[in-house]
C-alpha cells in the first residue's frame, strides 16, 4: 500500500554534475517541513487497535536515500524495470515509511537532458493522499535553480520515547470509546449528504451511476503479485485542452476517454474485451481548505464508466463526459476515509488476510475493473537541490482483483500518464501506455473529421439552402 513517483532530474547548467551528499545534506535542512520524514508506526499489542504514529528516536536518514546506476544501455524501460526492483518490497515499518533511490547513469537515454538523474520515492499510502503529497512536495521543490533559505526549526527536534504497552493500550481504549461518536457523526453526515444528492438527482432528471460490483470480468481482474511494472507516455497538455475545449469536457473526462480507448484497443488485441463497459474507480480529495497543509488521507472516490463498449471515440468522450458529472454528484454520499475510521482494526486486517488467501476476488464480479487518479501539478517547473524536474511519473498501487492502477500528473504543461500492474497481468504494459498516446490521437483525428463534415455541409446550405444529412 505504498504509492510513490519516477523523478528526471537535470541542472540547467550542463557542467554541473549529481553529488549524492550534497541532496542528503539538502534534504536534512528540511526534515522538520513535515511530520512524514520522521514519524513511524507502533503497533497496538495484540493488534487490539489501530496503530499509532510517533517521532521515531532512531531516525537515521541513511536509511532513506540510497545512490545507485543504472545499467548499460540506458532506456526508459530499463530505468522502469529498475524502479520496479526497489518499489515492491514492503517497507519497513519499524522506520518512517519512505525511501527515496537516486540513480544515476541516464547517460544516452532517449529524450534525457545532460546530467539527468533519477529518484525513485516510495511513501506508504498511510501517510499521504494526493493532496497532502502535492503538500510535500512544495516543502523539498523550489520555484528557483537556487534552493530557498530555509529557517532551522524553533525548537531543537527531540522525539519522545515510544509509549509502553500499557500506554498503547490505554490509547486504544480510548480510541474504542469514542467510537459510537464517530458512528452518530458518519450516519448524520452521509443522510445529510443523501438528501442533497437525492434533491439535486430529482431537480436534474440524473440517472445513477455505476455502482460497485456492477463491472464486467477481466483479464485485469485476477489476483495479483508483488511483482510490479510500469509503463509510462508523456502527453501535451495543450492538446488535451484543445480536445476539451472543441467538445466542452473537462480535462479530466479526455484523460479517462484515452485511457479508455487504450483498454479497448489492449483488450480486443487479447481477443478479451467484455461487451458491458470497463468501470474505473476516480479518486476524488475532499480535503477543505480547513483541512490544507494536514498529512494522511481525506479521499471519497466515483465510480465511473468508461463507455468501452463504445466504438466510436467522440462518442465514447461524450459518454465519459456525462458519466462522470454524474458520478461526482453521488460520491458526495460516502466519504471513504469516514467508513475506514469505522471498520475495527483487527477485523480489517483479518478480513484482508482472508479475501486474499482464499481467492475470494474470483467469486464475484470486480468492485470497478482498475484505477483512474488524475492529480493536478504546477503548471511552472520545480527545481530540488538547483535540479530542475523534468518528468513526472506516478507509481501506484494494485489490490487484490483489481490489477491495473492509471496515475495522471499534470506538470509544467505536460500530462505524464502513468500505469502500474503486475508482471502475471499485464507484462506487456510498456505497449499499453503507447495505446495512450493512440487513444488520443485518434480522438483528435475524430474531432477534425467532423470539423470537416461541419464545414462541407455549412457550405452545402449556404449554396442550395436547406438539405438533409445523410
Known amino acids: 500500500m505504498h504509492i510513490g513517483a519516477i523523478y528526471i532530474f537535470a541542472p540547467d547548467d550542463p557542467e554541473k554534475e549529481f553529488n549524492f551528499a550534497d541532496f542528503k545534506d539538502f534534504m536534512r535542512e528540511r526534515l522538520h517541513l513535515s511530520k512524514v520524514f520522521r514519524r513511524r508506526l507502533v503497533e497496538v499489542p495484540m493488534n487490539l487497535g ?70 525513485v520515492v516510495q511513501v506508504h499510502h498511510a501517510n499521504i493522499d494526493g493532496v497532502s503529497g502535492a503538500e510535500i512536495m512544495a516543502s523539498v521543490f523550489d520555484f528557483a535553480p537556487e534552493p530557498r533559505r530555509i529557517p532551522p ?31 452518530f457523526n458518519f450516519i448524520r453526515d452521509t443522510g445529510s449528504n443523501l438528501i442533497e444528492v437525492a434533491k439535486m438527482s430529482a431537480e436534474k432528471a440524473m440517472v445513477p451511476p455505476a455502482v460497485p460490483m456492477s463491472a464486467p470480468k477481466t483479464i485485469l481482474n485476477v489476483p495479483v503479485t508483488a511483482n510490479k511494472i510500469f509503463g509510462a507516455v508523456d502527453l501535451s497538455l495543450e492538446r488535451i485542452k484543445k480536445v476539451k475545449n472543441a467538445v466542452g ?50 479521499i471519497s472516490g466515483m465510480l465511473v464508466s468508461l463507455a468501452t463498449d463504445e466504438e466510436d471515440p467522440l462518442d465514447r468522450l461524450m459518454k465519459v463526459t456525462e458519466n462522470a458529472r454524474r458520478s461526482k454528484v453521488y460520491s458526495k454520499a460516502t466519504p471513504v476515509d469516514q467508513i475506514v475510521e469505522l471498520i475495527p482494526s483487527e477485523v480489517g486486517a483479518l478480513a484482508s488476510r482472508f479475501y486474499t488467501q482464499l481467492g475470494l476476488s474470483n467469486l464475484h464480479r470486480p468492485f470497478f475493473n482498475l484505477v483512474i487518479t488524475n492529480v493536478p501539478g504546477p503548471p511552472f517547473p520545480l527545481y530540488m537541490n538547483g535540479f530542475r524536474l523534468y518528468n513526472h511519473y506516478g507509481l501506484g498501487v494494485t ?19 502513468c500505469a502500474t500492474s503486475c508482471e502475471s497481468i499485464m507484462p506487456d504494459v510498456h505497449g499499453f501506455a503507447q495505446y495512450i498516446r493512440y487513444g488520443l490521437e485518434e480522438l483528435e483525428e475524430r474531432i477534425e473529421a467532423v470539423k470537416a463534415e461541419d464545414a462541407f455541409f455549412e457550405k452545402l446550405r449556404k449554396k442550395h439552402g436547406d438539405i438533409t444529412e445523410p
Open 50 to 119: 489501530r496503530p499509532f504514529w510517533v517521532e521515531d528516536p532512531d531516525f537515521n536518514l541513511d536509511n532513506h536515500m540510497l545512490h545507485i546506476a543504472l545499467p548499460k544501455p540506458s532506456t526508459r524501460r530499463g530505468l522502469a524495470n529498475l524502479a520496479a526492483q526497489f518499489y515492491n518490497p514492503q517497507l519497513d515499518r519499524t522506520r518512517p515509511l519512505w525511501r527515496m533511490v537516486f540513480i544515476t547513469g541516464l547517460e544516452g537515454m532517449e529524450d534525457a537532458p545532460p546530467n539527468a538523474v533519477a529518484a
Open 153 to 183: 526549526p524553533k525548537e531543537t527536534w527531540e522525539p519522545e520515547p515510544i509509549p509502553s504497552y500499557k500506554e498503547l493500550i490505554a490509547r486504544s481504549y480510548a480510541e474504542t470509546v469514542s467510537a459510537p461518536a464517530k458512528v
Open 249 to 298: 469536457a473537462k480535462v479530466n473526462d479526455v484523460v479517462l476517454a484515452i485511457c479508455a480507448s487504450a483498454l479497448r484497443r489492449y483488450l480486443i488485441e487479447k481477443e478479451a474485451l467484455p461487451k458491458k463497459s470497463l468501470v474505473a474507480m476516480a479518486p476524488i480529495s475532499i480535503r477543505s481548505k480547513k483541512e490544507s497543509g494536514t498529512e494522511g488521507n481525506r
Open 399 to 417: 489490490f487484490e482483483g483489481i490489477g491495473l492502477m492509471i496515475v495522471v500528473f499534470s506538470y509544467a504543461g505536460t500530462l505524464s500518464i
